[in-house]
């Protein structure tokens, strides 16, 4: 059982940036992980995904602000959002796949206010 715990969330004014941090209680290395985001009443959408490999995958909306990235020293994988603006709010959640299991953090609120 993996426990993911993310952090970095706040309040931030638009065009302000944050800094998420999710931290495993075991080894990422061999593991893909993702950042994703839930509005209120909107369905859960991927934000960005980190593979083993370094392969990244972002969402559009997110391009060019948003770039994630892992330190597997620390089993902590990082999400630096940058030029941030309202419609970004949501709860960010961490994911982690090792391809037989998929586990979830807790969440850590984002909201940018206008």
Not at 59 to 73: E, H, L, P, Q
């Amino acid at each position: 059982q993996v426990q993911l715990v993310e952090s970095g969330g706040g309040l931030v004014q638009a065009g302000g940036s944050l800094r998420l941090s999710c931290a495993a209680s075991g080894s990422i290395l061999s593991r893909s992980m993702g950042w994703y985001r839930q509005a209120p009443g909107k369905q859960r959408e991927l934000v960005a995904r980190i593979t083993s490999a370094g392969w990244i995958t972002a969402a559009d909306s997110v391009k060019g602000r948003f770039t994630i990235s892992r330190d597997n020293s620390k089993n902590t994988v990082y999400l630096q959002m940058s030029s941030l603006r309202p419609e970004d709010t949501a709860v960010y959640y961490c994911k982690l796949d090792d391809g037989s299991s998929i586990y979830w953090g807790q969440g850590t609120q984002v909201t940018v206010s206008s």
